[in-house]
């Protein structure tokens, strides 16, 4: 399946990691439950179970391995909505349902399964148990109680954590972090986590995967926080061009996709006349990167352009050979 989804591509190019879900299943889960799992038969599976019309709301993943030599199947769901949603457990419910009809083999009990839940809201989450759902279920004498199906499933909330607490793979460690952050008003603590999160992608030897990660990851940036500015994108960049091995290839994959999206968005168009002076150093310093370099003459001739001018310089950086093709947009 093609994913569309922004959210959905984030978490599953997280969570398909087998490393990822060792280690979430270590550092989160229980000990008396991670300590029964045996994290040497963890195996994906390609099945998702996410009703086509909730999938802008919810992805999934399904990991199948042993407890006590017997299979078991671990049921990751994370939940995009920024509050809680409480009949969570009826959906989860029919995701089970939806497991044991596809691995059902005739003459077979059913396999165990763990659920899992990820929530990144504001409001708290208060229940994880599915009777709870059940209108006047505690009024009911307790022998009508074995006649109605009850279950809990795990819940982590990502609000709670602590990047400095534990050693985590980096792709988790960099999820939970944008989980954690990426809708805070505060538009100085997501650029920092964002920032952080870039430096620990540079920490992994694999940089083939790591560029992938990262375009995944800052097409989720983009669609999960509306408030990041266009000012904002090009230094992340230029962040990007100036700190990776191989930078300005990378800086000019993600000026792509930031001039592709945007357009696709149709947003971050408004840029006070305040910030003119901010666009047009943005603007120099990415052609001084990427171009050549400016003379002082320019640099000024810079400052005096309209804000739709230095946008269309900054969107069409990586297309310019030289700076006498930039002095062709300026007026």
């Known amino acids: 399946m093609q994913i569309?989804?922004?959210h959905d591509k984030f978490f599953?190019?997280?969570?398909?990691?087998?490393?990822?879900?060792?280690?979430?299943i270590t550092h989160f889960l229980p000990s008396s439950i991670r300590n029964l799992i045996d994290l040497n038969y963890l195996q994906p599976q390609k099945d998702s179970f996410?009703?086509?019309d909730l999938q802008e709301y919810f992805s999934d993943f399904l990991y199948q391995?042993?407890?006590?030599?017997?299979?078991?199947?671990i049921y990751l769901l994370f939940e995009h909505k920024s509050y809680?949603?409480?009949?969570?457990?009826?959906?989860?419910?029919?995701?089970?349902?939806?497991?044991w009809?596809?691995?059902?083999?005739?003459?077979?009990?059913?396999?165990?399964?763990?659920?899992?839940?990820?929530?990144?809201?504001?409001?708290?989450?208060?229940?994880?148990?599915?009777i709870d759902l059940?209108?006047?279920?505690?009024?009911?004498?307790?022998?009508?109680?074995?006649?109605?199906?009850d279950y809990e499933y795990f819940l982590y909330d990502v609000t709670y954590f602590q990047d400095e607490e534990v050693q985590l793979n980096v792709f988790l460690r960099i999820m939970l972090l944008m989980f954690r952050d990426i809708r805070k008003k505060d538009i100085q603590i997501v650029l920092e986590t964002i920032y952080k999160s870039l430096d620990y992608l540079q920490q992994l030897n694999d940089q083939q995967t790591a560029t992938q990660y990262l375009e995944i990851l800052f097409r989720y940036i983009f669609h999960a926080n509306q408030d990041l500015t266009k000012e904002n994108y090009y230094d992340i960049i230029e962040h990007v061009s100036s700190t990776y091995q191989e930078g300005g290839d990378r800086a000019m994959s993600l000026a792509e996709i930031f001039r592709n999206e945007g357009k696709l968005e149709g947003r971050l168009e408004g840029i006070a006349e305040g910030e003119t002076k901010a666009l047009a150093n943005t603007a120099i310093r990415l052609i001084t990167k990427f171009v050549a370099p400016l003379s002082e003459e320019m640099k000024?001739?810079?400052?005096?352009?309209e804000i739709s001018t230095l946008e269309e310089i900054i969107d069409h950086i990586d297309e310019f050979q030289s700076i006498e093709e930039v002095k062709q947009h300026l007026k």
Do not use: C
């Not at 391995?65 to 199947?73: E, L």
């Open 4 to 6: 569309h989804n922004p």
């Open 12 to 24: 599953k190019a997280t969570f398909s990691n087998v490393e990822v879900v060792k280690d979430f």
């Open 50 to 52: 996410i009703r086509p």
């Open 65 to 73: 391995t042993q407890v006590q030599n017997k299979p078991i199947y």
């Open 84 to 99: 809680a949603d409480h009949h969570i457990s009826l959906q989860l419910l029919q995701y089970m349902l939806e497991i």
């Open 101 to 130: 009809r596809s691995k059902w083999k005739k003459d077979r009990l059913l396999p165990f399964i763990m659920p899992i839940v990820l929530y990144h809201g504001s409001n708290p989450w208060t229940t994880t148990s599915f």
């Open 134 to 149: 059940l209108d006047g279920y505690k009024d009911f004498p307790s022998e009508m109680h074995k006649y109605i199906p």
């Open 300 to 305: 000024h001739k810079m400052h005096q352009q």
